[in-house]
């Protein structure tokens, strides 16, 4: 069957596989010409690694560190009509290409909150690893069911009183106003239970107990700030209080497992449009206006650049480059007071008669139809698929 974009809101309910694996293929492309790690790891366990930062981290590992890779994800796949999910399509294209390497890769799909998951994680890695040497942990999720069978659900909110600003209409690219409502406390709660760093934390814990971590071995999670134009959405609204949750979580696992020799990290990334990012109200205008303003002075980076930039020249693996409160800054460019000076100039002034001016809403949709696969350069969309793709590692 042809297979074409079909968007709801925020999200894209198809995926194209042969823009999936292009976009794969693109980004091992980018991880060969400019890694340089130095002492990379060997053996990686990737937690939320089939799209946006977590795939872009298990392609750097594969291919800048050539280590043997485990990724964990949540995925669909294929269904009579209905296409898998772009994580999946990615997934199978990483593991075809590190096959053809000779790159160990496997792969679990589940749900990587429950137990099982993780034993199962767990089992792969004793049997075919032995230890991983280091475990990033990148998972975007809108729930989780804890182990007593309570579920949490995130919310984008705000804290304090409700908020108020302006809005890209994602239907037609119009500017208009949005009201973010401030979240109750048990919403705040439940939003730290999701994305805070609980569950990163469990999983260090399981492979600890399980001995199948090496010693020294390097943990991070990714974070988001950005600037105070988003405080309220963000930094300061409930996705924040997570945030902050697993920036204490860094330090918790620092301590709990000294003696082991463990380092985690909290590596805080540029906003960029991915599958979890686009959700939130707010921050598309945001990113559309900064894409825009670091496209023109030649800042702007996708998920692939910063982490090889993480990997690379922040030597995570290293002597990691931290700022004062010992986080990696890979928004070290978004953040600069030029850029934002003028994200603000322009944040003033945009409306829907000079949207396009302003701000980088092709690139904006460009990057929102590439994380599904299509739009891609080299792709026949005209063509006739089987939207069922096998992942090796999967049976
Ligand atoms: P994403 O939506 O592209 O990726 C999420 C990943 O998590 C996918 O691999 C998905 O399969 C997996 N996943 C979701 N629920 C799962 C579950 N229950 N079990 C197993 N796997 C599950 O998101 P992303 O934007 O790459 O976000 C990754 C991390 O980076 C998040 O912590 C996010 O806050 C952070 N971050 C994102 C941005 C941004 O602008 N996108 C900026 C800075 C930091």
Redesign the pocket.
């Known amino acids: 069957m042809k297979i074409s974009p079909k968007v709801r809101d925020f999200l894209c309910l198809t995926a194209h596989p042969e823009g999936c694996r292009k976009n794969v293929e693109n980004q091992i492309t980018y991880v060969k010409k400019h890694s340089e790690v130095k002492n990379g790891p060997k053996k990686v366990l990737v ?10 981290s298990r392609i750097n590992a594969a291919f800048g560190c050539k280590a043997a890779t485990v ?5 669909r796949q294929a269904a009579g009509k209905r296409t898998a ?1 772009a ?1 999946w399509y990615n997934t199978a294209a990483f593991e075809h290409a590190a096959a053809n390497e000779d790159l160990y890769a496997k792969t679990v ?6 137990r099982e ?1 993780k034993e199962k994680v767990i089992d792969l890695i004793k049997k075919d690893l032995g230890k991983v040497d280091a475990v990033i ?8 069911t804890a182990e007593d069978g309570t579920v949490y659900q995130s919310v984008l909110k705000t804290t304090g009183e409700d908020f108020t600003n302006k809005n890209l209409n994602l239907k037609d690219n119009t500017i208009g106003e949005k009201t973010i409502e401030a979240a109750t406390e048990e919403e705040v709660e439940a939003t730290v239970k999701v ?1 805070g760093g609980e569950d990163w934390k469990a999983w260090i814990r399981a492979l600890t107990d399980a001995d199948a971590i090496e010693e020294d071995t390097v943990t991070f ?4 700030i950005g600037p105070e134009l988003t405080y309220p959405i963000y930094f300061e609204g409930t ?1 924040g209080a997570a ?1 902050k949750h ?1 920036h204490k979580t860094a330090g918790e696992i620092n301590e709990e497992f000294k003696e082991r020799g463990i380092r985690a990290y909290i ?11 686009s959700a939130i109200p707010i ?1 598309p205008l945001y ?1 559309a206006v900064l894409y825009s303003i670091m496209k023109e002075r030649g800042l702007h980076e996708g ?1 692939i650049e910063q982490i090889t930039r993480l990997f690379g020249e922040k030597a995570v693996f290293g002597q990691a480059e931290t700022d004062g409160q010992g986080l990696i800054r ?2 070290d460019w978004e953040l600069k007071p030029e850029v934002q000076a003028e994200v603000e100039r322009r944040w003033e002034k945009i409306n829907t008669k000079n949207v396009k001016e302003y701000a980088d809403i092709e690139g904006y949709w460009e990057d929102f139809y590439q ?1 599904f696969g299509f739009d891609m350069d080299g792709v026949d969309y005209e063509k006739d698929l089987d939207p069922s793709v096998n992942i090796p590692s999967i049976p």
């Open positions: 937690i939320g690694a089939s799209t946006g930062y977590g795939l872009a990724g964990v994800m949540f995925e999910t994580g799909n589940g749900d990587a909150f429950s998951v942990y990148s998972l975007a999720a809108p729930r989780r994305m999670a990714y974070s988001y996705i945030k697993l590596s805080v990334n540029k906003g960029l449009v991915t599958q979890a990012s921050v990113m998920c890979l928004d994380m």
